[in-house]
């Protein structure tokens, strides 16, 4: 079988197509309060956030997002995830967040799959 090609260079490199979504979300480590951060894009592996706060690569986190899939309507999701990277952004004094999808239910990987389908970069 033969493995994809990446093209995108650095921490930024995911296999299936994305879609950007730009909108507040929450996340939280295991036995801690939820903290807002914001959105970049989705797949149907990850997500990317904006945070104020470092979170560390490897960190399991739990995602809240309120997935618009049609006007009008969200689908409120609490995902969990793995830190694949997290970059600090020496301009804004933010971190650039990549979290990767573990197992996510079968109904969400497919509500996510269609948007991203919908509108994917």
Do not use: Y
Request: hydrophobic residues 40%; glycine residues 8%; proline residues 7%.
């Amino acid at each position: 079988m033969t493995q994809p090609i990446l093209t995108t260079p650095g921490p930024d490199r995911r296999l299936t197509p994305r879609r950007d979504l730009r909108m507040k979300a929450l996340w939280r480590r295991p036995g801690t309060e939820f903290v807002e951060v914001r959105t970049i894009d989705i797949s149907a592996t990850g997500i990317g956030l904006i945070s104020d706060v470092n979170i560390p690569e490897g960190e399991t986190c739990s995602v809240l997002i309120a997935l618009p899939v049609s006007a009008g309507r969200s689908v409120n999701m609490q995902i969990t995830g793995s830190v694949a990277h997290s970059i600090l952004n020496g301009q804004t004094s933010q971190f650039k967040i990549g979290v990767l999808f573990v197992q996510l239910p079968p109904q969400t990987a497919a509500t996510i799959r269609e948007f991203v389908a919908a509108g994917a970069t």
